[in-house]
């Protein structure tokens, strides 16, 4: 096992996902549930929530968007950075045998038969390319993972809580009180969120995107929160309802995945066209 990615893949953080939290007409995980999941879950999925929990601090939060926010590193289309992110199938993975491209356009196509807007369908194309940080070198637990809130106590509702006693902030003045440097409801636009695909992928694709569908990309995997309720106390009012897009949108993040292959080359006209409805023909990242 690789000490700094213990998963093979980084889907392992995904199909764990849904193992914690099934369909709701399998009936909803409770909160005891949840944290007392530790058993089940993988030895891989365990080591990889230890390395998260030890080195996602504050001060490595703001290392990390120094490090990648200029966004200076690449400049590409959508439709080519679906294509390098494709690069991250392991072919010696006996859980999938689909391409990220197609998990992609899964998530898509079901939000499309939905009939939702042109721009919610877009979002579930994209909401992945934040993952292209291990293409750049990154670790797996600084790409995926539920993300959570740093410079403020971490909440006894993210899995796998107890790691953060290995964390240098667990004891900080600041950091490990209830609301550590914010103040109180004062809106996660305010708050840094641990670094990963979701906090990456939205400060490239902001200028471009509407509120609801920048939440969606934002906090997609703060389970924490739109799934445990977690972190009430820094919310604004915009941001409990912005969160109902959130959770709108995460049953196609978990839920969509299915056996039958999508068609890329047929549904690839529609979905250029849809790119380019929103954004140029190359971004920086």
């Known amino acids: 096992m690789d000490e700094n990615n213990p998963m093979s893949d980084p889907d392992q953080w995904e199909a764990d996902l849904e193992r914690r939290y099934p369909p709701a007409e399998q009936g909803e995980q409770s909160v005891s549930e949840f944290r007392n999941y530790q058993a089940e879950a993988r030895p891989s999925v365990k080591a990889f929530y230890r ?30 950075a679906m294509e390098f992110l494709n ?5 010696s993975d006996p859980d999938t045998e689909l391409s990220q491209i197609e998990h992609l356009l899964q998530a898509a196509e079901a939000i499309r038969a939905d009939g939702h807007p042109r721009w919610f369908i877009l979002t579930g194309l994209i909401h992945d390319l934040g993952k292209i940080l291990c293409l750049f070198g990154e670790p797996q637990w600084a790409v995926v993972g539920d993300t959570f809130p740093v410079g403020c106590a971490y909440s006894a509702n993210i899995v796998y809580h107890d790691f953060f006693r290995e964390n240098p902030d667990w004891g900080h003045p600041v950091y490990s009180t ?3 440097i914010y103040q109180r ?7 840094m969120m641990s670094w990963g695909h979701d906090e990456y992928l939205y400060h490239v694709t902001k200028p471009y995107l509407p ?18 309720n977690a972190y009430q106390h820094l919310f ?4 409990h309802e912005l969160f109902e897009w959130v959770r709108k949108f995460n049953p196609y993040d978990l839920y969509s995945k299915s056996d039958a292959r999508p068609d890329i080359e047929k549904l690839k006209p529609f979905y250029m066209n849809l790119i380019a409805e929103f954004f140029p023909s190359k971004l920086a990242w």
């Open 51 to 80: 390395l998260n929990h030890q080195h996602q601090t504050f001060d490595f939060v703001k290392q990390k968007r120094q490090q990648f926010l200029s966004l200076e590193r690449q400049r590409m289309g959508v439709w080519e």
């Open 87 to 91: 690069t991250l199938v392991d072919d």
């Open 178 to 180: 209830e609301c550590g």
């Open 185 to 191: 409801h004062a809106g996660l636009e305010n708050v």
């Open 211 to 228: 509120i609801e569908a920048q939440y969606m990309i934002r906090y997609h995997s703060f389970y924490p929160g739109h799934r445990e």
């Open 236 to 239: 604004s009012e915009r941001d």
